[in-house]
C-alpha cells in the first residue's frame, strides 16, 4: 500500500524542469520599460536640448553668410575654405598649438613630478599641496590682471631689477617671443595644482605591497616610480593630458587680462581670434564655421590621446 501511494504521487507530481508561466508577462516588460524610460528620459531631453540642438544650429549658422542681425544666406563651405587660406587663422593655430602642447608638458609633468615629492601623510605636504592647488581656484582672469602688474613694464619684477641697476625694463609681455613663454609660464603656474590633486588622489591607490617589493628587490626610488607606480597611475595621466590638451586648446580668457593677443599677435590663440577678432567684427557665419571646427580639432585630440594611451596599454598587457 505504501509504495501504490509512493507510486501515485510520483505520478502526479509536476517534472522538475516543466517550465512554469511567465508572471505578468507582457505587462510586467512594459512597466519596466515605462519605468527605464522616465528615469533616463529627462536627461536625455536635457542634453539633446542643451548639446545637440546648440550644435546642429551651429553647424548650421557655419555654412551661412551671417552678421547676427540680418537674414543668414547659406553659403556652403566657403567659411571653411576661408577658414583654411586667412593667414590670422593659420597663425593663431600655430600659437595655441605651442601653448597646447608645452603647457600640457609643463602641467602634467610638473604636478606629477610634484606629486611624488609630496604623496606621504604630513601636515607639511598637505600646506604644500593646498599651496600648489591655490592658483586653480581664482578666474583666469584675475590671475592674467595679477601677472600683468609682475611682469609689466612697470611691474614688481622690473621695479626689483631697476632698483638693482638694470636700466631698461624686460619686455615679458612686450616682446613677441618673451610674451609667449609668460603666457606659457602663467598657463603652467596656474594649472599644475589641479593636476597635483589628480595625482596625490591617484597615488593613494597604488598598493604598498607592491612598493615594499620593489624596495626589497633593491629598486631606487626613480626605478620605483618609473616602473611601479607611474604604470598603476598611467590611467589618471591619460585623463589628465587630456583634459590640459582640450583646455589649452580652447584657452582664452588668461589671454585677455594678460597679453590681449599681443604684441603683433604673438600670443593671439584661435579660441581669441574668434571671439575677439570674428565675432567682434559681426562675422558669426564665419566665427561659428571657426567654433566647430574648433570643437571638431578638441574632440580629435581627445581621441588620438586615448586610442595611444589604450594602445600602450595593449602592447604592454601583450
Known amino acids: 500500500m505504501v509504495e501504490l501511494a509512493e507510486l501515485s504521487d510520483r505520478r502526479t507530481a509536476p517534472a522538475a524542469d516543466t517550465p512554469r ?4 508577462g507582457r505587462s510586467a516588460r512594459l512597466r519596466t520599460a515605462a519605468v527605464s524610460l522616465g528615469m533616463v528620459g529627462p536627461a536625455v531631453a536635457l542634453y539633446t536640448v542643451l ?12 555654412l551661412t553668410d551671417w552678421n547676427g542681425f540680418s537674414t543668414a544666406v547659406f553659403v556652403g563651405f566657403d567659411n571653411y575654405r576661408h577658414l583654411f587660406a586667412d593667414p590670422a587663422s593659420t597663425r593663431s593655430w600655430y600659437v595655441t598649438a605651442v601653448i597646447a602642447v608645452v ?4 602641467m602634467v609633468g610638473g604636478g606629477l613630478a ?3 615629492l609630496l604623496k606621504g601623510r604630513s601636515r607639511t605636504n598637505a600646506f604644500f599641496r593646498a599651496l600648489a592647488y591655490y592658483p586653480h581656484v581664482i578666474s583666469a582672469l584675475i590671475l592674467g590682471y595679477l601677472w600683468a602688474a609682475i611682469l609689466g613694464t612697470n611691474g614688481a619684477v622690473n621695479s626689483t631689477l631697476h632698483r638693482f641697476g638694470l636700466s631698461e625694463p624686460i619686455g615679458f609681455l612686450f616682446d613677441e ?7 606659457i609660464w602663467v598657463i603652467v603656474w596656474a594649472g599644475f595644482g589641479f593636476n597635483v590633486v589628480l595625482f596625490v588622489a ?22 620605483t616610480n618609473r616602473r611601479v607606480v607611474v604604470p598603476m597611475i598611467a590611467p589618471v595621466v591619460t585623463v589628465a593630458t587630456v583634459l590640459n590638451l582640450v583646455g589649452l586648446v580652447r584657452a582664452y580668457d588668461l589671454i585677455v587680462s594678460l597679453t590681449g593677443g599681443g604684441p603683433a599677435g604673438s600670443t593671439q590663440t584661435f579660441s581669441y581670434l574668434i571671439l575677439a577678432r570674428s565675432f567682434a567684427g559681426t562675422k558669426v557665419g564665419y566665427a561659428t564655421a571657426q567654433a566647430v571646427f574648433l570643437m571638431v580639432v578638441s574632440a580629435a585630440l581627445a581621441l588620438l590621446v586615448t586610442a595611444l594611451r589604450n594602445r600602450q596599454d595593449q602592447a604592454a598587457a601583450g
Request: aromatic share 6%.
Open 103 to 106: 603647457g600640457t608638458v609643463g
Open 114 to 116: 610634484y606629486a611624488l
Open 202 to 223: 591617484a597615488l593613494q591607490t597604488v598598493p604598498a605591497e607592491l612598493l615594499e617589493a620593489a624596495a626589497i628587490d633593491g629598486a631606487s626610488t626613480w626605478q
Open 177 to 183: 617671443k618673451l610674451a609667449l613663454v609668460s603666457v
Open 21 to 24: 508561466p511567465a508572471v505578468g
Open 51 to 62: 548639446t545637440v540642438v546648440p550644435v546642429g544650429v551651429a553647424i548650421y549658422l557655419s
